[in-house]
């Protein structure tokens, strides 16, 4: 088997069931879901990622807290959550990611809001920005120039995590209200890319 | 502040705590603690890697679920532990781990245990094995060439954690057994480099 991976290009394609472990209703979808109860289930407990990245959501309208959901089977709700300080088995929306090429992916992290203060240029993944150089645990705002990001409150990809893309915003996110609506501080340890 | 990031090499630090939010009896090592009970503390709750990676073990002798620890600060259980499933809050041992400089850690993954079937050089970060060609959800046994590496069960770096270095076993893992002691499927769906 070679190195050079060929990266699918799409279609996007999800499977999800209303019960653990593949279980119960089972639904696909190859484009996004707004509300899974419009569609008959009562929650998303297990999924398969068959192609594309996709983000789900706590709540419909891809709203509340975000989970990056890359191709691979998830479970159970804990296989997908980063966080079990705010306890979440709810998996109301979906919606797939546009990625960058692996090695085109780009972003620009600033100390303090508004883009000011220190910047650092980054276009690979980081499980400890601290360890890297980065003078603290927060960050103030994000640029995204290619591709699409996530980034997590504690090192080691942990803790909530928010999906920054350069198609929202014009992939700016000049304060962490910005991030996503459960964003409560700037502490972000950890970014990577997210991949196709 | 440039890009080219002067990685640390030692000396290991990790400052832990016996109480949530870094509170409590406080106690300092650069090296490893087979057995926290035995300087005074009946667990980890809490914990700062002021430099190096290390390890984390929920029982004492480096025994059972294992936690990768890079630097930052890691308030609670749950910013370190990887699963829900089998919900751990206990962290009894840690040592420190060598990693190799980021741009030279190599792995080879096999689809078989022994060293057979399909196998793949790994030299990056692969949230997902299976959308960059992997074939499976599984990888039945892994060489470490060089560097330190964390293989998870779950995409996106989720699910039970196991640290593989090309200083433990001679690099070899010739089965899932061997990733180390919780380990009880060949199921890995996302492996990364550990960084210093």
Redesign the interface.
């Known amino acids: ?1 070679a ?1 050079t ?4 290009m799409g279609p996007w394609k999800i499977t999800v069931y209303d019960q653990e472990h593949f279980q119960g209703k089972r639904m696909e979808f190859t484009s996004s879901c707004q509300n899974i109860m419009e569609c008959g289930m009562d929650n998303v407990r297990s999924l398969k ?1 068959e192609c594309g ?1 996709w983000v789900g959501y706590e709540h419909s309208s891809f709203c509340g807290q975000q989970f ?7 479970p ?1 709700w ?8 705010y306890h979440i088995e709810r998996l109301m929306s979906f919606r797939p990611v546009c990625a960058a090429n692996h090695k085109e992916s780009k972003i620009v992290i600033f100390e303090r809001e508004n883009f000011i203060g ?4 980054i276009s690979d ?9 980065w003078p603290s ?1 927060e960050v103030g705002s994000m640029k995204v120039q290619s591709g699409a990001w ?1 980034c997590y ?7 909530y995590q928010y999906i920054l893309e350069c198609d929202c915003h014009g992939g700016e996110y000049k304060h962490y209200r910005e991030w996503g609506s459960h964003a409560q501080t700037c502490q972000v ?2 970014i ?1 890319r ?3």
């Open positions: 088997m190195l991976n060929p990266v699918p990622v990245a990056i959901l890359e191709r691979g089977d998830y159970r804990d296989s997908w959550s980063g966080s079990n300080a220190n910047q650092w240029e993944d980081y499980p400890s920005l601290q360890a890297m150089g645990k996530v409150q504690f090192p080691g990809y942990r803790g340890q950890s990577r997210v991949q196709n």
